[in-house]
């Protein structure tokens, strides 16, 4: 399933990022503060369950995600770096995990289990004390 972020969707703000930048830090605001509404976005509802589900920090109570990028000292490259990340957290739940079917361990692998068990319990009987 593709999920496309439509960039209307995502309400960006600059501003000032933390730091070392010298005496450009204090006057440039050049990070970038992301804020997407899964509730109200045009996400599928599957991926929006899924992503409501996630344990992640970014992502409030009320189903905002938020985000800081700042590693840049452009803000173009800044709001490209927030975009990106989001589209990885929407693309990390998008593809479903694959359903775990219970196995048997074969009658080979159980017989080689107990006799492994048996041995190391007859190492072990040995280790005790000698009697006269």
């Given at each position: 399933?593709d999920?496309?972020i ?7 703000s ?7 930048g ?17 509730g ?13 589900a996630?344990?992640?920090g970014?992502?409030?109570?009320n ?11 452009s803000?173009e ?9 989001l ?5 990390s ?7 775990r079917r219970?196995?048997?361990p074969?009658?080979?692998?159980q017989r ?6 048996a ?14």
């Open positions: 399933m999920a496309q439509n960039p209307d969707e995502v309400a960006m600059a501003i000032r990022a933390q730091g070392p010298g005496q450009n830090v204090n006057k440039v605001s050049c990070a970038v503060h992301l804020r997407f509404d899964i109200a976005s045009s996400l599928p509802d599957p991926i929006k369950e899924r992503l409501l996630l344990p992640d970014r992502i409030t109570q189903g905002v995600v938020v985000m800081k990028a700042q590693q840049s000292r803000l490259q800044n709001k490209e770096e927030a975009l990106r990340r589209q990885e957290l929407v693309d739940v998008a593809v479903l995990p694959a359903q219970a196995t048997k074969t009658r080979s692998s080689k289990r107990l006799d492994s068990k041995r190391s319990g007859q190492t072990k009987a040995m280790r005790g004390k000698v009697s006269e």
